[in-house]
């Protein structure tokens, strides 16, 4: 059974970061990937961040578009930890950040983190 539990998620004002952090436990195997959405009211989830794996080394870093150049996504294996340095945040970053696991056919979420930007 896998878990995936977000923080870091809370109240910032336009122009400020954030870094979001997302702890894994339970038994993994094979990570094909790890990311970040987010989804705002009344929009649907997209996706912020994520590292996917194409092999046992090799691995690609994309972006959506919305945080390209100014959110960083990176991973501690040591510590089963998946972080989402988010700088320059606007108003319209406001949402519910969801980290995503992805383990051959089976998918998980964690429960969300608020994310609130005021301008």
């Known amino acids: 059974q896998v878990q995936l539990v977000e923080s870091g998620g809370g109240l910032v004002q336009a122009g400020g970061s954030l870094r979001l952090s997302c702890a894994a436990s339970?038994?993994?195997?094979?990570?094909?990937?790890v990311g970040w959405y987010r989804q705002a009211p009344g929009k649907q989830r997209e996706l912020a961040a994520a590292i996917i794996s194409g092999d046992s080394t090799n691995y690609v870093t994309h972006y959506g578009d919305f945080a390209k150049g100014r959110f960083t996504i990176s991973r501690d294996n040591a510590k089963n930890t998946v972080y989402l340095e988010m700088n320059s945040l606007e108003p319209e970053d406001t949402a519910v950040y969801y980290c995503n696991l992805v383990t051959g056919p089976d998918t998980y979420w964690g429960q969300g983190t608020q994310v609130t930007v005021s301008s």
């Open positions: 339970g038994s993994i195997s094979s990570i094909n990937g």
